[in-house]
Every structure is written in C-alpha cells, then in structure tokens.
C-alpha cells in the first residue's frame, strides 16, 4: 500500500471541539496535554546533537520510485517526501489526537463549528527563503482539492472555501453538518508555495525535487537505488518548541532493494544501518550473524501502543461470484491461522478478529444499550449477526487441513450453488469458482500456499500471481483482483477518514482503500454518527457498532497482528529514553552518536 502522511493513515483524526478564543493547540474533545508556553515534547531530548547520517528502508519497502509528488494518484512516490513539507500543525506523538502550532500561531475555531481560522508565523519561510503566506495554505488546499489522491480529496469534500484574511491569516469555511474532522485535518496538510505550482503541474509525476519549506531537501537520489534528504541548516521552524529534539541527522537516506533478502544482507554489510524487520521467520532466525553476536548490531523491540488495525486477505466485492456471503464464509473457513503461526511465524502473532484490534472500538459479547440504539434504526438493511455476539475466525485443530472446518465449507459452497463432481466448483451455468491472490513480493507465497491448497480440496480454482510494484500498484488502483491483501488502520480518534475505506462514495472511485468495495447505507450512517461524536465515550460506541456490522458482513479472512515494532540497527544511535506512545520516533528523535559510531568503526 502507498504510504501517505500520517494524517491519512490514522484517518484523518477529528478536530477540537468549540473554543472561544485562538489557542496554541488543537484536539478532538479540546483536551490538550502541553501548556502554551511548553518548550519541547517530553519524547524529545532537547540537547540531542546534530549531525551524521541515517540510511534506512522506508516504512513501505518499494523496489523503485518514479516521482517526488506523494499527493496525487499518479505514480510510485519516493519514501520520506514528507521530510520536505510543512503543515499548519505538528502532531504530538504522546497524546491520542492533538496538534500544536507549527506554521500557524494558533487556531480559532467558530462556536457553530462552521469555521476555523488560521494565524500564521510571519517568520515561515520555504527553503529558496521567499516568505510562505495564506495565499500559499489556500493554493495548496486548491491543489489537493482538486487534483489530490482521491484519499484526500474525500477527507476535504466538505469545506467550502479557503478565505485568505490578509498575508498571515485564512480561513477555511465548512459546508453541511458533519464538519467536526476538518479542522485537525486541514491543519495537517502539507504547504506548498503558490508561485512554484503557477509553473510546475502539480497533476503530474515528476523527478525534480520540489520546493517546500520543511527540515530537509533532496540531497541526490537514483530511482531504483536511493533517495537522500540533507538537513536544512536554514529551516525557520527549527527552534519552535514543536521541533525542538527532532529533526537531528544531518542526512537520512532511505534505500531500495528488490528483495527482503538482500536488504537483510545490505544490514549484515553496514550498508544500511536500520531495518524493519516484518518477517516473523526472519527475526526469529536470520539476526544470528557476528554484528549481533558481539552487540555492535542490536535487535530492538519497541512497544506499539496504537490500535493495530485489521490486517486481512480482502475480498473484492465487485466481482460477482463473491456477492453470495455462503462463499465468503466459506474462504474465511479454509485459512489456518493456528497451523500458519506455529510453523510459518514461530508462535510470534496473535489472531485478529476486529477492523478496530487493540482498540475500544472493538465489538465484543452482544451489543450494549448504547449500540443498539444506533443500530435498531437500521435493522431491516442489517445482518442478523449483528445483534448477537460479533464474529470471529474459527480456530482449527493446528493440523493446516482441518476437516471439520473444511467441510463446513464445503456444506456453504454446496448451499450457494457450487457444486464439484469431485474437482472445481461450478455455478449453474458451468462457470468455474476460481480465485487468484493478488502479491508483490515472492514471500508471501510460502503463506499463501498452505491456504491455496486448502482451497483446491474444497473444489475452488485458486492460484497466486506475483506482479512488479508498477503492476501491483495499478491493480489496486484499479480493484484489478479478486483477493488482495491489505491493512486497515483506524487509529486512535477514526473520523471522516473512515469513508476512505469503507464509505459508498469510495467504492466506486479508483485508488481509495476501499479494498473489497464496500458500499452501504446502514455503514454510510454508522460513520455518520462516528464523525458526529462529540464525546469519546459516544465515539467508541459508534464504533462498537460499525465494527459488528463489518465483520457480519465477512469481506475479508482475518490475518494476525503483535503489539510492537521489531527494529534492527546498528549501534551508533542514540535515542530519548521515553519513546513516543503512539511512533517509532526513529527519523523523528533519534540522533548520530559519534562517540558509538567511532566504536563500531574501529570493530568494537
């Protein structure tokens, strides 16, 4: 999946509540842990020293990049393009939902929540040092509005105007009733300069680095190879007590690799100096060569205090031999989890059974008072399921060919008109039950095996096809599969960004993450009332509720989730000693220590 800013990835969190008066920082119910007058975040190490360099893999491993423009549809963007931007407002990463000022000064956001209006720091500047105005945050709403990624453009869809009030101040005007998301979103928007868009187009993919007015720029780059960001000494925002301990690198490389193993390999060399690893199998045995042993390389787990989100095998519903919900139960049936965590994955997952896992949103026993007032309203166009316990993935015997579980399967198939005279299903008029698993990456096929074989001895024509990332990424753009997978994630506060990926609108418009196509009114409604909370305890009600009707609905085959992040690096970092709740903070508060780099140098 493509990575956008955090803003989108967590759903675009909602925004503070009525206030009176501008304020320094905003949140979802107005609740902010720093004073206006804070001098830094407690994540951060103030005095942490500037310098070195980091060369890592991005969070979203690419074989390539052909464009510097992450915010439009077009192209396969280039990892870390966000370093080059800034917004109005800096998220804190150890609260749920809060921003400070960053750009802006502060905001005002109207009584009637029709409204918010935007100070600006007149000292804010973009790195070629001409000033960055109001004119500058509402061409770049212009832009993303209306040539943006589609997962943009639906978080926005309801201001109605960007008013610039003079050089250091705008507004922006809301239309319709469910405006509570727009002010934290559009606060996190990046700023583009107005003069350099009236001569680039912004529409199309691009390798010339662009301007912005964030803490680095595009140091070099070879696509296929790397990108490198150096370190604005000049950045005018480096002092703001929102930056204050961050930003420390003086370069931060981000490399490519075509395979997993060669980028393990390019760790083992010192070629790069941090890994992600996302391989249970490979962190459970491949970390045993020398550098580890002597503890020149350390393995790291930090802990994942987030909602983990739903990972899952996603079924697309547009085709239509997946309309019959008999054959999405059916396929859900056939994946052995318990098999596939104790031989594939080294018993380090546990199961996910919920769209919002490891969070207060997730549904659990019947539903409540509260939820069922949200539902009852929508009964007739609701799954009976919904009102009973919420559904969760079967648990096999362990054996990876569980017979009971296959032939419930068996039995949905049969009762959905798939009959086999003892080899592939067929429907009525002969038509073959076939499925193919969308991948990029050839490991995944050691995963997707053992299930595939389960399916043929249910009687469906299942097969794997492994694409190129161009390919693969066009196909989900495109909805161009029958099963893919994917991972949704919700975040702490989900609001208006929850109809990205489960909302009608976004079924029907290509590059959203709405994966399996999902599109009802009864879920239309729910995220309503989600985007509508005013309280927290009124949010996690409404989403309890959405959450039993998505999973009635079986689109997707539950996969796994952990609650930490497993980092590999070699050791010449240092590192704050609270960690953000809710980041890795790793390009973010992480810093060069030379003292450790000498070490490693000399080969101790």
Known sequence: MRRLPAAFLVLCLGSALAVAEPQHGISVFGDLKYPADFSHFDYVNPDAPKGGKLSLIGPVPRDTFDSFNGYI???DPVQGYDLMFDSLMARANDEPDALYGLVA???????????????????????????????????SYRLLSTLGDERIKITIKDVEACDVL???????????????DLPLTLAELPIFSKAYYAKVDFSRTTLDPPLGSGPYTVKSFKPGEYVSYGRRIDYWAKDLPVNRGRYNFDEVRFDYFRERTAALEALKSGVIDLREEYTSRDWATAYDFPAVKDGRVKQVVLPDETPSGAQGFFINLRREKFHDIRVRKALNLAFDFEWSNQNLF?????????????????????????????????RTSLRPEVFAAPPVPP??????????????????????????????????????????????????????GPYVKNLHLIGIDASIRTVDDAQYQRKQEDYDFDVISSRFMAGLTPGDGLRVFFGSESAKRPGTYNMSGVASAAIDALIDKIVE????????????????????EHFWVPNWHKGSYWIAHWDKFGRPTIKPKYDRGIVDTWWYDEAKAARIANGN
């Open 105 to 139: 000064s502060s905001a005002d956001i109207a009584a009637d929540r029709k409204s918010v209006t935007f100070s600006l720091r007149s000292e804010a500047k973009f790195a070629d040092g001409t000033a960055l105005t109001a004119e500058d945050v509402c061409d």
């Open 533 to 552: 909370a005013e309280t927290r305890a009124n949010l996690d009600i409404a989403g309890r509720a959405l959450d039993r009707v998505l999973r009635a």
């Open 73 to 75: 549809l077009k192209g």
């Open 346 to 378: 080294f018993g380090l997952y546990n199961r996910t059974a919920s769209f919002f896992e490891l969070s207060p949103l997730k549904a659990e026993g019947l539903p409540s008072p509260e939820e069922l007032a949200l539902l009852e309203p929508l």
């Open 395 to 448: 648990v096999s015997d362990g054996s990876g060919q569980d017979r009971k579980l296959l032939r419930q399967a068996s039995q949905l198939l049969d009762e959905a008109g798939w009959k086999t005279d003892g080899g592939t299903r067929r429907n009525a008029s002969g038509e073959p039950l076939s499925l193919e698993f969308l991948i990029e990456s050839p490991i995944f096929e050691r995963i997707l």
């Open 166 to 180: 003079g050089p250091h101040q705008l507004r922006y005007r809301f239309k319709g009733g469910r405006t509570r």
